[in-house]
């Protein structure tokens, strides 16, 4: 059974950081592209940022240069590090991964930023 954790969302108030993380079981984790999406209320799900198998990564116009995604394999874990957070940043985040048509989400985790 595919299962993707994630944990470290939060409260935070503007300009703060947070890092998320989200754990894979029951995939062949290096082979596999992870991603970070996010929703905002009324809003579609968005791309943040995404690390392929090989390490080569792509971020969203609006996380770029404050996003951070990185992956460890020994751990079956990807990481998003957020910094200089904005309200704009608000949302459901949610873990993907994906291997050709294989896709799997993990079940979101809230990060809010608010004074």
């Known amino acids: 059974q595919v299962q993707l954790v994630e944990s470290g969302g939060g409260l935070v108030q503007p300009g703060g950081s947070l890092r998320l993380s989200c754990t894979a079981s029951g995939i062949i984790f290096r082979i596999y592209t992870m991603g970070w999406y996010r929703q905002a209320p009324g809003k579609q799900r968005e791309l943040v940022a995404i690390?392929?198998?090989?390490?080569?990564?792509t971020y969203a116009d609006s996380v770029k240069g404050r996003f951070t995604i990185s992956r460890d394999n020994a751990k079956y874990t990807v990481y998003l590090e957020m910094n200089s957070l904005k309200p704009d940043d608000t949302a459901v985040y949610y873990c993907?991964?994906?291997?050709?048509?294989?896709?799997?989400w993990g079940q979101g985790t809230q990060v809010t930023v608010s004074s």
């Open positions: 993907n991964a994906a291997f050709g048509t294989t896709m799997y």
């Open positions: 690390i392929f198998s090989g390490g080569s990564t």
